[in-house]
């Protein structure tokens, strides 16, 4: 039952986000999903569900599979590393920060491979505005978004 739930959030993500937009910028609800996957889960299961969030991600949007495919790969797994690791303690400032920060990471990284494997999809200016903007959009998340042990 857990599959259906992550399969309805993902598509929802996925609609939503391309459906709204603030300042033309259209929010990263799939972040949210590989962060989420990364406190509660672990690394190995965050790293995966990760991939597979950015897999389906690519297949529907980017001309080539890979770069959502590594960006929420990582998010997932860096999400638990600093939080489930015992890197850092929860707080909800803290899931706030860290969630903005690798929201960024995220863009940062589908941007450099898309760049480096295909062509520069944007200007490095329009690229800063849409990682800040949609870092925004996603830092009051990190209030929400806990880890299990910490209910």
């Known amino acids: 039952m857990r599959y259906v739930y992550w399969g309805l959030a993902l598509f929802l993500a996925l609609i939503i986000q391309s459906r709204l937009s603030l300042l033309g910028v259209s929010p990263?609800?799939?972040?949210?999903?590989?962060?989420?996957?990364?406190?509660r889960y672990g690394n190995?299961?965050?790293?995966?569900?990760?991939a597979l969030i950015g897999a389906i991600e690519d297949s529907v949007s980017s001309s080539f599979l890979?770069?959502?495919?590594?960006?929420?790969?990582?998010?997932?797994?860096?999400?638990?590393?600093m939080?489930?690791?015992?890197?850092?303690?929860?707080?909800p400032v803290l899931g706030m920060i860290l969630l903005s920060v690798l929201t960024l990471t995220d863009n940062a990284?589908?941007?450099?491979?898309r760049t480096?494997?295909?062509?520069?999809?944007?200007?490095?200016?329009?690229?800063?505005?849409?990682?800040?903007?949609?870092?925004?959009l996603n830092a009051p998340a990190g209030i929400f978004l806990r880890p299990s042990d910490e209910e």
């Open 66 to 81: 890979g770069p959502h495919m590594l960006s929420k790969g990582i998010v997932g797994y860096a999400a638990s590393f």
């Open 109 to 113: 990284i589908g941007f450099i491979s």
């Open 116 to 136: 480096l494997f295909d062509k520069m999809p944007d200007a490095l200016s329009t690229m800063f505005f849409i990682s800040i903007m949609q870092s925004l």
């Open 44 to 50: 190995t299961k965050g790293l995966f569900i990760g």
């Open 83 to 91: 939080i489930s690791g015992g890197f850092f303690r929860w707080t």
């Open 28 to 39: 990263n609800l799939t972040v949210l999903l590989a962060y989420f996957a990364g406190i």
